[in-house]
Every structure is written in structure tokens, then in C-alpha cells.
Nanobody
């Protein structure tokens, strides 16, 4: 079982930036895909960005240009940098890890809150 701990959330004014970080309990080399999702109050959880074991990335349409996902295998961390934050980015951001054992399994962190004021 992979344990994930997010950090870096907080309150920021519109136009500001944040860097969210997710630390995995095991080597990223053992994880197929890491990702960031968000859940806006009243909405379903949605994908923000994914990064595969080989480093390829995939972003939601809304995330292109303002969100950047990176990984550091030496630290077992995956970061999400967000620039030009807007009030509609206010959400709980969750880190995910997908691994293949006997079947695909996805693990989630506890989430970190991001609040953007106008």
C-alpha cells in the first residue's frame, strides 16, 4: 500500500502562485503513474495532471499553461506548481498514485486545501 502526504496548500490572492508537494511512502520507480486531482465544493473530483513513470505528462484542458507537474525520484515527491491562481481554482487538491500489482490500484492522499481570493 502506498501512502501519500500532500503539503503546500493555503490561501492566496488571485494572480498568486503555489507549489503543492506530495511525498510517497515508496520509490516512484515502483509507481506507474502519479497525479494531482482536485475537488471543488459541490463538484466531483477531477484530474488536474498526471506524470508517468517515464516522465510523460498529461494535463486537463483547464490546467494547460498554468499548472506544471514534476517528479523527483530521489525524494519520492511529485510537485504541482500553479501560477496565476484564480478564485475558481479554490478546491481540495489530492495526490494519487497508481500501481500495478495483480490489478491496477490507485491510492490517495488526504488532500490539501487551496483557497484563492479575488
Amino acid at each position: 500500500q502506498v501512502q501519500l502526504v500532500e503539503s503546500g496548500g493555503g490561501w492566496v490572492q488571485a494572480g498568486g502562485s503555489l507549489r503543492l508537494s506530495c511525498r510517497a511512502s515508496e520509490s516512484l520507480d515502483n509507481i506507474n503513474t502519479m497525479g494531482w486531482y482536485r475537488q471543488i465544493p459541490g463538484n466531483e473530483r477531477e484530474k488536474v495532471a498526471l506524470i508517468a513513470h517515464g516522465g510523460s505528462t498529461n494535463y486537463a484542458d483547464f490546467a494547460e499553461g498554468r499548472f506544471t507537474i514534476t517528479r523527483d525520484s530521489a525524494k519520492n515527491t511529485v510537485d504541482l506548481e500553479i501560477i496565476d491562481l484564480q478564485p475558481e481554482d479554490t478546491a481540495t487538491y489530492y495526490c494519487s498514485a497508481t500501481v500495478l500489482t495483480t490489478a491496477w490500484e490507485t491510492y490517495w492522499g488526504q488532500g490539501t486545501q487551496v483557497a484563492v481570493s479575488s
